[in-house]
């Protein structure tokens, strides 16, 4: 069982940053690869980054590659999404997730456990 609570939501301007984090519980964090998706208001949730297991394979969506970075420590149980050069199409409730695989997906139905989320509005 492994409990998320996604962190660092906000608002903020076009351009400008934020650095949300996601808090895991348990002790078999590093066995899971994590995602970060996100659903804006009348949209499916969609995919944005993942990593594996042990941080070195990541994959980013094309609508934010160059710009967001997803990153984690398995010390600290933690997964994190770094945004950058935010747009007002980046606002949406952003959620970590995590897959019980050594590689994350882009499916939303691979995901064993899901975070409740946390608001991101970029403001134009």
């Known amino acids: 069982q492994v409990q998320l609570v996604e962190s660092g939501g906000g608002l903020v301007q076009a351009g400008g940053s934020l650095r949300l984090s996601c808090a895991a519980s348990g002790r078999t964090f590093s066995t899971y690869a994590m995602g970060w998706f996100r659903q804006a208001p009348g949209k499916e949730r969609e995919f944005v980054a993942r990593?594996?297991?042990?941080?070195?394979?990541?994959y980013y969506a094309d609508s934010v590659k160059g710009r967001f970075t997803i990153s984690r420590d398995n010390v600290m149980n933690m997964a994190y999404l770094q945004m950058n050069s935010l747009k007002p199409e980046d606002t949406a409730v952003y959620y970590c997730?995590?897959?019980?695989?050594?590689?994350?997906?882009?499916?939303?139905?691979?995901?064993?456990?899901w975070g409740q989320g946390t608001q991101v509005t970029v403001s134009s």
């Open positions: 997730a995590a897959r019980s695989s050594s590689y994350g997906s882009r499916s939303t139905y691979e995901y064993d456990y």
């Open positions: 990593i594996s297991t042990g941080g070195r394979s990541t």
